[in-house]
């Protein structure tokens, strides 16, 4: 009897944990993401390129792999809310400011990212993200 009561009491803090993860609203963007950025005309007339980046988002929190060598640090983002649409501002002492703003769409990123860099330039970049799974390594993509 004792058996059959902690299986039911077992059977029940498992579904009632289940259904508290199911009504917590998820972050769209939590976890590690590639994406691709492509420069508009403007910027690639200043001389931007293509490129590629890890990026991280995690505890309400974006970091970027390759603004970091730029001293771009981590920085909070914001989700509006009953949209799938973050916000987040990153800043370098020496290399400007980055404006970023990323819309999930099933499983993918989409978004713009404005770099003001330290001398008053603007470029601006689209971007495309895909879950960073965990073999992939940006140097090994093409």
Known sequence: ???YAMSAMTCLIGALTLTAHANAPADPFAGAWRLQFSPDNAALDDGAQE???AILFHNNQISAEAFA???FTTTAYTVAADTRIGTATMTSDTQGTL???V???GGQLVG???WTKADGAVHRYAFTGVPFEEDDGLAAQD
Do not use: E
């Open 112 to 114: 713009l990212l404005v």
């Open 1 to 3: 009897m004792k058996r």
């Open 103 to 105: 819309r999930s769409t």
């Open 99 to 101: 404006q970023w703003a």
């Open 51 to 53: 490129f590629k980046d």
């Open 69 to 71: 060598m730029y001293g």
